[in-house]
C-alpha cells in the first residue's frame, strides 16, 4: 500500500561521489566464514519490501541494517544514546546524493570489523550520516541503524528466498545447481553496483533495451530516467508524487504505468514506474549510463541469486510472481513515531485519493482496521489490511486531536 521509501534509498546509489573524489587511500577489504561451513543461512525481517538483518560492527551489540545491493559501502543513518559503538580511523567527509537540496556532513571510518552470524568482514569501511534525513525507523515501525550492501556480499554467493525470508550465503567456489525452471542473467559490476539489462514497452507501443541497478534497497517495482534516453516517454495517465528522501534532499517526480517490462523470459504486465524529476536525480544522470533501477517489487516475486563472483544473477518464481501490481490503494501512508510501539500514525495524504476524499489527514492516528485493533497489530499487519484490491471497502477508525472518528474508505487505483 505505502510505498514512501520505494525512492527513499535509491539516493545512496551516488553516496560516494563526493567522498572518494578526494582521492583518499584505499584498504583491501574482505569477508569470510568463520566456521568450516559450506553455506551460512540468516533468517531476515521483510517490511516494505525490503530487507533487515542484525549486524555487529567492532565491539557493538546487533544493529538492524537494511540489505541494499544498490551501494558498495555500510552506512549508518541513526544511533540513539543507547547504541554504543567504536569507530575506527574516522574523519569528516561532506557527501552528496539524489534530492533537490544540499551536502551533508558524515564521517567515514576505516579499519572496522563487522559480524553477522558466522560470518567476519575485516578492513571494513563505514560511513556515519551526522544528521538523520531518513527517519528510516518511524517508516520501517522499528528501529533501523543503517545500510549494509556490495562490500560484505561481494564475497559470496547470496541467495535471497523472499518467500521464506531467510538468506543463504555460500562460499565463492561453491558448485550450484541450479533449477531448471530459474533464469540465468548476466550481471555487469560496474564501480561496486549490479547492473541487468531490461526491456520496457511503453503505451505508444515503443519497446526498448534499459540498463538497470539491481537494488533491493528500492521498494518499488521499477524507476526509469527520461533524460537518459529520447525514447523514454512519460505514460498518458500519470500523477504528481512524493517518490522519497535523498542524501541531498526530497525527490519527487511522477508515477505511471508501463505496459509491460520483460527480464529474459520473465514478462510484466500493467506494473507502475516512477519517473523522478530531473532535479532530484542530476547526480544519478551521468553514472555507467543506467537508465534507472530495478526494485524489490519485483525482486521479491523471485528467489533471488546474486552470483557476484560469477557475475551472474540467478531468478527462479515464487508465488508471488503473478500477483497484479498495485499502488498505493488507500492514498495515504503509515508511520511509527515511537519505533517499536505498535502506535501508527497517517504521514502522508496523496490529492485526489480515496483517503483525500474521506477527509483523513496526515497526523491523524490509525486505531483500528476492519475492526482489528491497531495495538494488537505489527507494522507489516497493517500494511497487509491496508493492501487489498481495487474495489475492496475498509471500515477505519482513526483518531484526531484525541476525537475518534470512523471512515469507509473504497480502495482504488489512481494510475
Same mark, same amino acid.
Given at each position: 500500500?505505502?510505498?514512501?521509501?520505494?525512492?527513499?534509498?535509491?539516493?545512496?546509489?551516488?553516496?560516494?561521489?563526493?567522498?572518494?573524489?578526494?582521492?583518499?587511500?584505499?584498504?583491501?577489504?574482505?569477508?569470510?566464514? !568463520?566456521?568450516?561451513?559450506?553455506?551460512?543461512?540468516?533468517?531476515?525481517?521483510?517490511?516494505?519490501?525490503?530487507?533487515?538483518?542484525?549486524?555487529?560492527?567492532?565491539?557493538?551489540?546487533?544493529?538492524?541494517?537494511?540489505?541494499?545491493?544498490?551501494?558498495?559501502?555500510?552506512?549508518? !543513518?541513526?544511533?540513539?544514546?543507547?547504541?554504543?559503538?567504536?569507530?575506527?580511523?574516522?574523519?569528516?567527509?561532506?557527501?552528496?546524493?539524489?534530492?533537490?537540496?544540499?551536502?551533508?556532513?558524515?564521517?567515514?571510518?576505516?579499519?572496522?570489523?563487522?559480524?553477522?552470524?558466522?560470518?567476519?568482514?575485516?578492513?571494513?569501511?563505514?560511513?556515519?550520516?551526522?544528521?538523520?534525513?531518513?527517519?528510516?525507523?518511524?517508516?520501517?515501525?522499528?528501529?533501523?541503524?543503517?545500510?549494509?550492501?556490495?562490500?560484505?556480499?561481494?564475497?559470496?554467493?547470496?541467495?535471497?528466498?523472499?518467500?521464506?525470508?531467510?538468506?543463504?550465503?555460500?562460499?565463492?567456489?561453491?558448485?550450484?545447481?541450479?533449477?531448471?525452471?530459474?533464469?540465468?542473467?548476466?550481471?555487469?559490476?560496474?564501480?561496486?553496483?549490479?547492473?541487468?539489462?531490461?526491456?520496457?514497452?511503453?503505451?505508444?507501443?515503443?519497446?526498448?533495451?534499459?540498463?538497470?541497478?539491481?537494488?533491493?534497497?528500492?521498494?518499488?517495482?521499477?524507476?526509469?530516467?527520461?533524460?537518459?534516453?529520447?525514447?523514454?516517454?512519460?505514460?498518458?495517465?500519470?500523477?504528481?508524487?512524493? @517518490?522519497?528522501?535523498?542524501?541531498?534532499?526530497?525527490?519527487?517526480?511522477?508515477?505511471?504505468?508501463?505496459?509491460?517490462?520483460?527480464?529474459?523470459?520473465?514478462?510484466?504486465?500493467?506494473?507502475?514506474?516512477?519517473?523522478?524529476?530531473?532535479?532530484?536525480?542530476?547526480?544519478?544522470?551521468?553514472?555507467?549510463?543506467?537508465?534507472?533501477?530495478?526494485?524489490?517489487?519485483?525482486?521479491?516475486?523471485?528467489?533471488?541469486?546474486?552470483?557476484?563472483?560469477?557475475?551472474?544473477?540467478?531468478?527462479?518464481?515464487?508465488?508471488?510472481?503473478?500477483?497484479?501490481?498495485?499502488?498505493?490503494?488507500?492514498?495515504?501512508?503509515?508511520?511509527?513515531?515511537?519505533?517499536? @510501539?505498535?502506535?501508527?500514525?497517517?504521514?502522508?495524504?496523496?490529492?485526489?485519493?480515496?483517503?483525500?476524499?474521506?477527509?483523513?489527514?496526515?497526523?491523524?492516528?490509525?486505531?483500528?482496521?476492519?475492526?482489528?485493533?491497531?495495538?494488537?497489530?505489527?507494522?507489516?499487519?497493517?500494511?497487509?489490511?491496508?493492501?487489498?484490491?481495487?474495489?475492496?471497502?475498509?471500515?477505519?477508525?482513526?483518531?484526531?486531536?484525541?476525537?475518534?472518528?470512523?471512515? !469507509? @474508505?473504497?480502495?482504488?487505483?489512481?494510475?
Amino acid at each position: 500500500m505505502t510505498k514512501a521509501l520505494h525512492l527513499m534509498l535509491l539516493c545512496l546509489l551516488c553516496f560516494f561521489l563526493a567522498s572518494e573524489a578526494k582521492g583518499q587511500f584505499v584498504v583491501q577489504d574482505t569477508a569470510f566464514f !568463520t566456521s568450516k561451513a559450506q553455506k551460512l543461512k540468516i533468517p531476515f525481517k521483510l517490511v516494505h519490501n525490503l530487507i533487515v538483518i542484525p549486524v555487529r560492527i567492532n565491539d557493538s551489540k546487533p544493529l538492524n541494517f537494511i540489505l541494499d545491493s544498490g551501494v558498495n559501502s555500510t552506512l549508518i !543513518t541513526q544511533l540513539s544514546y543507547s547504541d554504543s559503538i567504536s569507530l575506527n580511523n574516522s574523519s569528516k567527509i561532506t557527501v552528496q546524493g539524489l534530492g533537490e537540496g544540499y551536502v551533508l556532513e558524515a564521517l567515514v571510518s576505516r579499519g572496522n570489523s563487522m559480524f553477522i552470524r558466522n560470518i567476519k568482514g575485516e578492513n571494513q569501511e563505514v560511513y556515519v550520516l551526522l544528521e538523520d534525513i531518513f527517519n528510516l525507523s518511524t517508516r520501517m515501525g522499528m528501529p533501523i541503524h543503517g545500510i549494509i550492501g556490495y562490500d560484505i556480499f561481494k564475497n559470496f554467493i547470496v541467495k535471497v528466498n523472499y518467500s521464506t525470508q531467510c538468506l543463504t550465503l555460500y562460499r565463492p567456489d561453491t558448485n550450484l545447481k541450479i533449477s531448471k525452471k530459474a533464469e540465468v542473467h548476466e550481471l555487469h559490476i560496474e564501480d561496486a553496483k549490479a547492473y541487468v539489462f531490461a526491456n520496457v514497452k511503453q503505451y505508444n507501443g515503443d519497446s526498448l533495451q534499459v540498463k538497470l541497478v539491481v537494488d533491493t534497497g528500492a521498494s518499488h517495482s521499477l524507476s526509469l530516467y527520461l533524460p537518459t534516453n529520447d525514447k523514454l516517454k512519460l505514460p498518458p495517465k500519470v500523477m504528481e508524487a512524493y @517518490l522519497g528522501r535523498g542524501l541531498s534532499g526530497d525527490i519527487n517526480g511522477k508515477i505511471g504505468r508501463l505496459d509491460g517490462m520483460s527480464l529474459g523470459r520473465y514478462e510484466f504486465e500493467d506494473l507502475p514506474a516512477s519517473y523522478p524529476d530531473e532535479a532530484a536525480i542530476r547526480v544519478a544522470l551521468n553514472v555507467a549510463n543506467r537508465n534507472g533501477n530495478l526494485g524489490s517489487d519485483i525482486l521479491k516475486r523471485f528467489t533471488v541469486i546474486f552470483d557476484y563472483p560469477h557475475n551472474r544473477m540467478i531468478l527462479l518464481p515464487n508465488r508471488k510472481y503473478k500477483q497484479p501490481f498495485n499502488y498505493n490503494l488507500a492514498g495515504f501512508e503509515v508511520s511509527t513515531p515511537m519505533p517499536g @510501539l505498535q502506535v501508527y500514525v497517517v504521514s502522508n495524504v496523496a490529492l485526489n485519493s480515496a483517503a483525500h476524499k474521506a477527509g483523513i489527514e496526515a497526523g491523524d492516528q490509525l486505531m483500528s482496521i476492519n475492526g482489528q485493533d491497531c495495538h494488537d497489530m505489527d507494522l507489516g499487519q497493517v500494511l497487509s489490511e491496508l493492501e487489498g484490491r481495487p474495489g475492496q471497502q475498509l471500515r477505519l477508525v482513526l483518531k484526531r486531536e484525541m476525537a475518534p472518528y470512523k471512515v !469507509t @474508505l473504497t480502495l482504488e487505483n489512481r494510475i
